[in-house]
């Protein structure tokens, strides 16, 4: 295709979505107030799927036991496109009730983004006869790294050819960095309760737990620089005057390195083992789920990177300006209205990124996909997961965001079905990338991890006698 149409095509794409703006806004809104934490996304997938139902794609739901999860699917043959899009709130972030639900990450404009780009994309492909097909990934759970992970082990991503992603954010990016794998456990403790006065007719299960998080802590001593052991101390007990019979530990592991996480969290399963031994109690470990380390695709971020800076970043009003001025400089640095140079990890370099994790990690080892694309809707220095992110998820500096975001995406599938040089490219990066870290992909999923092996009667096996030949 020449390369005016392509300019022509990318324009109409985005008008399409200026003028489908006001829905997309009460959309997003509709989705901020639901504020469904994961896994109970009812009525914000229905709304999302709905529309686009409406608007011709066909829609498949309740995939793989996930009852809010879907796919959206318009289109015909190759290339196929992903949208990921995410819906889930988080807990106790809402910033009008205290203590409810709320989308303190943004996830609100996130998922209603991918909308808008989906329904753009249908349009111009339409009316210039543009082959291939655009599937919108309704992805719930995406808080407790949960929904693409599962989503990924049922194959739903196999026959796509390049997904998209993006995330609201405090700065206007997409680069190429990675984010950490993770193992996400929840290690429980049985012990024996008893009065406190005669706690030796008890086994403590807080002592295990104890003393399994002490030798997290030694281990730390022995671990690479670059990985991360966090957790809490979710259930220790009632009184101190009972002697708990059980206790729960839920612990994060992240590494950069597949086989390293693996190893690691394989030693901090040994830290309970041991800690039961030593406390004559009983353990059970259960990975929650696990995630992947974001494989980047340096193709496909300078392709969004090119689009973000032909849409332009989000320009504030003066009233917005003032908003911000008002209610949130004092804590944080300026709202960001440029747009940041694409860095990150080379093929073959050492790894560069975070140490934080996504889901999007799994669908990163499938097909490549461009995981770091961020617009700005907060100051800098907002923290994700905050209820200031929550007000202004649901503002008109959110919104606009949303609108970059949406644009951004649109016009970066329309560079992927317009030009098979650049998905052809991208595949190489990503069979290249995978060939130099020597780790094929499988899915982490929840489950029970046992070490049979270990019993409180120990086995004795008697002991060679001495020599006694006088050597
Ligand atoms: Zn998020």
Redesign the pocket.
């Known amino acids: 295709m020449e390369n005016e149409d392509v300019i022509r095509i990318k324009e109409k794409a985005q008008k399409m979505i200026e003028k489908d703006a006001q829905r997309l806004v009460s959309t997003s809104k509709a989705i901020w107030n639901y504020a469904e934490p994961a896994l109970t996304e009812h009525k914000s997938s229905n709304l999302l799927s709905k529309i686009l139902e409406d608007e011709e794609f066909k829609v498949e739901r309740a995939l793989t036991n996930l009852p809010t999860a879907f796919v959206a699917s318009w289109g015909d043959g190759r290339p196929v496109i992903g949208l990921l899009a995410?819906y889930d709130a988080l807990p106790g972030l809402s910033n009008t009730e205290a203590g409810k639900p709320g989308h303190g990450?943004?996830?609100n404009l996130?998922g209603t983004a991918c909308l808008g780009a989906a329904v753009a994309l249908k349009r111009v492909m339409q009316e210039n006869s543009i082959k291939g097909t655009i599937k919108v990934f309704g992805c719930p759970s995406?808080?407790t790294l949960y929904g693409k992970v599962v989503m990924a082990a049922a194959d739903l991503f196999n026959e796509l050819d390049a997904a998209f992603q993006w995330?609201?954010g405090t700065e206007n990016s997409s680069n190429y960095d990675s984010l950490n794998a993770l193992d996400n456990k929840v290690f429980k403790f049985f012990g024996k309760t008893a009065h406190g006065s005669t706690a030796w007719e008890g086994r403590s299960a807080l002592d295990a737990a104890q003393l399994f998080t002490l030798g997290i802590e030694f281990s730390r001593e022995h671990m690479e620089e670059k990985d991360r052991i966090h957790y809490i101390i979710s259930k220790g007990g009632t009184l101190p005057n009972i002697v708990p019979d059980y206790s729960e530990v839920h612990v994060f592991i992240r590494s950069p390195d597949m086989e390293r996480l693996l190893r690691l969290s394989n030693k901090v399963d040994m830290c309970a083992v041991g800690a039961c031994l030593a406390t004559e109690t009983d353990y059970e470990i259960e990975r929650n789920i696990g995630c992947h380390l974001l494989l980047p695709n340096k193709t496909l971020s300078l392709t969004v990177n090119k689009n973000l800076e032909l849409v332009g970043p989000p320009k504030l009003s003066k009233d917005e300006k003032r908003f911000l001025e008002e209610n949130l400089s004092q804590r944080y640095g300026e709202f960001s209205e440029d747009i940041l140079p694409p860095t990150g990890w080379e093929v073959g370099g050492e790894w560069r990124g975070r140490a934080i994790s996504?889901d999007v990690g799994d669908v990163s080892w499938i097909v490549p996909t461009n995981g770091m694309f961020k617009v700005s809707i907060a100051p800098k220095g907002v923290p994700?997961?905050h209820v200031d992110l929550t007000t202004l998820a649901n503002s008109s500096i959110g919104h606009k965001g949303m609108i970059v975001a949406a644009k951004t995406l649109a016009c970066s599938a329309i560079d992927l079905l317009t030009n098979p040089m650049i998905l052809k490219e991208a595949w190489r990066e990503f069979n290249m990338r995978k060939e130099t870290l020597k780790w094929s992909y499988r899915p982490l999923l929840p489950a029970k991890i046992e070490y049979p092996e270990y019993k409180h009667q120990a086995k004795l096996t008697p002991k060679t006698p001495l020599s006694t030949s006088g050597k």
């Open positions: 995410e990450c943004g996830h996130l995406e808080e995330h609201p996504t994700y997961h």
